[in-house]
Nanobody, 122 residues
């Protein structure tokens, strides 16, 4: 079993900052790509940012220049630094990992966290 646990969400004023963290634990051989997605009320889940095991990031156009994704491979952890937050960033943020498990070395699994609420409001 593999678990992803997010933390760091909350309420922040427009223009403020938050830092999300996501720790992966369990029977992990290696994690290829880690990422963050978000889902606002009444909308579909959308990509926010991803990062490869080598540290190459990719961002949705809506967050470029404001959000920074990073990871610590030794700790199986991915971070999302969110600056200059806007009300439209309000959503549940989900961590995602594409990984190989120790008990199934020839398959790739996609695992999701439970989500953390981010609310940007004055």
């Amino acid at each position: 079993q593999v678990q992803l646990v997010e933390s760091g969400g909350g309420l922040v004023q427009p223009g403020g900052s938050l830092r999300l963290s996501c720790v992966a634990s369990g029977s992990i051989f290696t994690i290829n790509v880690m990422g963050w997605y978000r889902q606002a009320p009444g909308k579909t889940r959308e990509l926010v940012a991803t990062i490869t095991s080598g540290g190459s990031p990719d961002y949705a156009d809506s967050v470029k220049g404001r959000f920074t994704i990073s990871r610590d491979n030794a700790k199986n952890t991915v971070y999302l630094q969110m600056d200059s937050l806007k009300p439209e960033d309000t959503a549940v943020y989900y961590c995602n990992a594409e990984l190989v498990r120790l008990d199934s070395l020839f398959r790739t699994f996609v695992t999701w966290g439970q989500g953390t609420q981010v609310t940007v409001s004055s």
